[in-house]
């Protein structure tokens, strides 16, 4: 135990007697502050769900990479892989915060192979097809669906839009909360990492949105897109009923399986496609590139092929050029 000590290698044994659950709950309130409403509603269930029924009781100094392997193994026959790999995160975090705090010497959750999710491709939509799509809505839900084509913003970021967000003499539009839609209702917030940023949109939004406001009710509070019923008009309006009009939109024009979010997706796309992707990963807000190639932005149609033709180009030129270099050889000899 002295050389133990000596060496940092020793523990308390307490300290290691303390169980998951008791640690969890520890560590869960610890971050509580820190943490934006949704991540909380998320971690807590996770918690209540996955974590704590199953290993709750164990002390964490005998927690082995044994037992977490056959809890993983036992979550995949029950619920689904993206929740078997949310709950592995999660205990894996609140084991990595009893190794920091000397609880215990390493972490158990080590080795572990989880399942594969299946990676669904956003639907990227032509102009013609956001067009057509955004004539067939009623003005506020076709402003919406502008915003979010030409704007790149969440669902949630546009929702809780207020008139002091729409520059609409610079054609700018100021992202500063989301809503979140929770058990408990739903809750306003600042967006992901905390990000506040401004974008232009192109005049013909614009314009868009200039005609629309007219409808709405003065003043620099009052929400863009507010509830539809009269007890609800002094707030914005609900994700699931824009959600239904639009889905009743979609089926209208004639496209399938298209979410507010591929909206998103589109214009990612169509800037990458333009402007590069660290053009679009800042229209999105993303501090992260790759999180915009990998979740959002994908090569337009007909764009590969267009590069094939391209190149080809080249190589033919570079073969021409080749061909009349060898034979104005041939004729000075």
């Not at 215990?104 to 989880?114: A, T, Y």
């Not at 905390?194 to 620099?220: K, S």
């Not at 807000?285 to 007909?302: C, F, K, L, M, Q």
Request: glycine residues 10%; contains cysteine.
């Amino acid at each position: 135990m002295e050389a133990d000590t000596t060496a940092g290698k020793w523990y308390a044994p307490a300290a290691g007697r303390t169980t998951v659950g008791e640690w969890a709950e520890q560590w869960y309130t610890a971050g509580l502050s820190g943490w934006k409403p949704k991540t909380r509603h998320t971690y807590r269930s996770i918690l209540d769900r996955l974590v704590v029924p199953a290993l709750g009781h164990v002390q964490l100094i005998q927690l082995r990479p044994i037992q977490v392997r056959e809890w993983v193994g036992d979550m995949a026959g029950r619920v689904g892989a993206e929740q078997v790999r949310q709950g592995y995160r999660l205990l894996s975090q609140v084991m990595a915060s009893a190794v920091d705090n000397d609880m215990i010497p390493v972490s158990p959750c080590r080795g572990v192979r989880l399942p594969r999710t299946p990676q669904g491709e956003p639907h990227i939509l032509t102009i013609d097809e956001v067009t057509r799509l955004a004539d067939a809505c009623e003005p506020g839900d076709r402003v919406l669906v502008l915003l979010l084509a030409y704007g790149g913003l969440r669902i949630g970021e546009a929702l809780p839009l207020r008139r002091r967000h729409l520059d609409v003499d610079g054609g700018r539009v100021v992202v500063e909360f989301a809503v979140t839609e929770l058990p408990g209702g739903p809750v306003i917030d600042t967006p992901k990492d905390h990000q506040r940023r401004e974008l232009l949109v192109p005049a013909f939004v614009v314009e868009a949105v200039r005609r629309y406001l007219a409808t709405v009710p003065d003043g620099p509070e009052v929400f863009v897109f507010p509830g539809r019923q009269k007890h609800t008009a002094a707030r914005q309006q609900s994700y699931s009923g824009f959600r239904r009009r639009f889905r009743r939109a979609v089926a209208e024009v004639g496209l399938n399986d298209v979410t507010p979010h591929d909206l998103r997706a589109t214009h990612a796309s169509w800037v990458a496609d333009s402007r590069g992707v660290m053009t679009a990963a800042r229209r999105l807000g993303h501090a992260n590139a790759s999180v915009t190639t990998r979740h959002y932005a994908r090569p337009i149609d007909e764009r590969d092929a267009q590069v094939a033709r391209h190149l080809d180009d080249l190589g033919a030129g570079r073969r021409s050029g080749t061909r009349r270099a060898r034979k104005h050889r041939k004729g000075k000899s």
